[in-house]
């Protein structure tokens, strides 16, 4: 059972930051595109982030320049570091990802629980 948990929202003042965590867990043969995307109160969910194969990256124009996707292979981790934070990226994170399990090896996209960021002074 492949699972995705996301960590590291809490709340920060304007201009601050944080780090969040996805750590993808389960019986899991290869980990594909994972997106980050955000959802707030009243508004669509949005994509923010994304990192395909070869480490190519893309971000919304909201967010390029401020926040930095990566990951850790080896961890089956995706991060998502958010500098500068302003009250509109108060939001709900989800990590959104391709994954192919072992013995099954096509991809199955997954979403986390997803973690609240409040950027407030």
């Known amino acids: 059972q492949v699972q995705l948990k996301e960590s590291g929202g809490g709340l920060v003042q304007p201009g601050g930051s944080l780090r969040l965590s996805c750590a993808a867990s389960?019986?899991?043969?290869?980990?594909?595109?994972v997106g980050w995307y955000r959802q707030a109160p009243g508004k669509q969910r949005e994509l923010v982030a994304v990192?395909?194969?070869?480490?190519?990256?893309n971000y919304s124009d909201s967010v390029r320049g401020r926040f930095t996707i990566s990951r850790d292979v080896a961890k089956n981790t995706v991060y998502l570091q958010m500098n500068r934070l302003e009250p509109e990226d108060t939001a709900v994170y989800y990590c959104?990802?391709?994954?192919?399990?072992?013995?099954?090896?096509?991809?199955?996209?997954?979403w986390g629980q997803g973690t609240q960021v409040t950027v407030s002074s």
């Open positions: 959104n990802a391709d994954i192919a399990a072992i013995g099954n090896y096509s991809y199955t996209n997954y």
């Open positions: 990192i395909g194969r070869g480490e190519m990256t």
């Open positions: 389960g019986s899991i043969f290869y980990i594909n595109t």
